[in-house]
């Protein structure tokens, strides 16, 4: 039973849950609870026979371990793509923002001696 239909049929008192329906209840709050926290991430389940095809293509083209692994290259790619299509001056200001939640700049940091700390050349 779908957990939305169980629900409102338990709120209404219309039925007396079994005992697979409260296991299949917890296990869904547990699983909701976990993806709420970002402890896990929820499967991207491809029911499009085209969209299946095509992950199976790119899989095959690109030697991929797996449709999963072809899937992420194939979106890494796309991503990349569609970001620098972005004008600069959008792509600009994301990287502004990005730095300005770094927080403010020290004005006492010495670069040249980070560097050559991390050479090893002091």
Do not use: C
Not at 39 to 46: G, H, R, T, V
Not at 68 to 92: F, G, N, S
């Amino acid at each position: 039973m779908k957990a939305d239909v169980m629900m409102n049929a338990l709120s209404r008192k219309e039925m007396e849950p079994s005992y697979d329906d409260i296991i299949e209840l917890a296990h869904l709050a547990l699983v909701t609870y976990r993806y709420a926290r970002g402890e896990i991430s929820m499967a991207l389940y491809i029911r499009d026979a085209e969209v299946n095809s095509l992950a199976n293509e790119i899989r095959k083209l690109t030697k991929a371990p797996t449709k999963t692994e072809a899937v992420r290259q194939a979106l890494k790619h796309e991503l990349a793509r569609v970001r620098q299509e972005l004008p600069l001056h959008d792509r600009l200001t994301r990287a502004k923002a990005m730095a300005d939640a770094l927080g403010p700049n020290d004005p006492s940091f010495d670069m040249k001696a980070f560097a050559d700390e991390m050479w090893d050349d002091a």
